[in-house]
T-cell receptor, first 111, second 111 residues
Framework: EPEVTQTPSHQVTQMGQEVILRCVPISNHLYFYWYRQILGQKVEFLVSFYNNEISEKSEIFDDQFSVERPDGSNFTLKIRSTKLEDSAMYFCASRIIYEQYFGPGTRLTVT | DAKTTQPPSMDCAEGRAANLPCNHSTISGNEYVYWYRQIHSQGPQYIIH???NNETNEMASLIITEDRKSSTLILPHATLRDTAVYYCIVRGDPNDYKLSFGAGTTVTVRA
């Protein structure tokens, strides 16, 4: 069964550094998403992406964040200058019609 | 999007049916009811969705009341692996399927 994959599974970085989280969505899906979950809190929507552009973003998704689909398979989330409060699980998701399929997540730890 | 209300937690005996209620009294006519679950810190997993009619798939059944103000997710034979946080989400915008997760119901299946 096709699935969304994410790399790395765990990323440790120092405050102020740039990180890129990578996702490979399901191949025939057209809509892509990033969510995050701070430990012990709710899953929060960050951004949705369709037809090579951002379709919606949340207040969390400020100028420090960007997304890209550099080729036909990868979907990336970049955080330009990480802060301690960016420490969280980051989930990528993709969909074709109704249901979103989530990846296993990348745990980002900012020290 | 309509707001949903779920009990914070519930226990279920292994092998028995688990009935998870969700209240969505402000749901509008074109909004769907979705159920997802999150096992430990894994990515959320799609379970089922419906508009008006009851739905069943290999994982669960979804019963929606006639007035659509509430629904019940039924796990017919709960196993220990069904222990998870279950989220009831109402979505309607056909152009945007971002998911707004609440706190969900923590379901613990006991042997």
């Amino acid at each position: 069964e096709p699935e969304v994959t994410q790399t790395p599974s765990h990323q440790v970085t120092q405050m102020g550094q740039e990180v890129i989280l990578r996702c490979v969505p399901i191949s025939n899906h057209l809509y892509f998403y990033w969510y995050r979950q701070i430990l012990g809190q709710k899953v929060e929507f960050l951004v949705s992406f369709y037809n090579n552009e951002i379709s919606e973003k949340s207040e969390i998704f400020d100028d420090q964040f960007s997304v890209e689909r550099p080729d036909g398979s990868n979907f990336t989330l970049k955080i330009r200058s990480t802060k301690l409060e960016d420490s969280a699980m980051y989930f990528c998701a993709s969909r074709i019609i109704y249901e979103q399929y989530f990846g296993p997540g990348t745990r980002l730890t900012v020290t | 999007d309509a707001k949903t209300t779920q009990p914070p937690s519930m226990d279920c005996a292994e092998g028995r049916a688990a009935n998870l209620p969700c209240n969505h009294s402000t749901i509008s006519g074109n909004e769907y009811v979705y159920w997802y679950r999150q096992i430990h810190s894994q990515g959320p997993q799609y379970i089922i969705h419906g508009l008006k009619n009851n739905e069943t798939n290999e994982m669960a059944s979804l019963i929606i009341t006639e007035d659509r103000k509430s629904s019940t997710l039924i796990l017919p034979h709960a196993t220990l692996r069904d222990t998870a946080v279950y989220y009831c989400i109402v979505r309607g915008d056909p152009n945007d399927y971002k998911l707004s997760f609440g706190a969900g119901t923590t379901v613990t299946v006991r042997a």
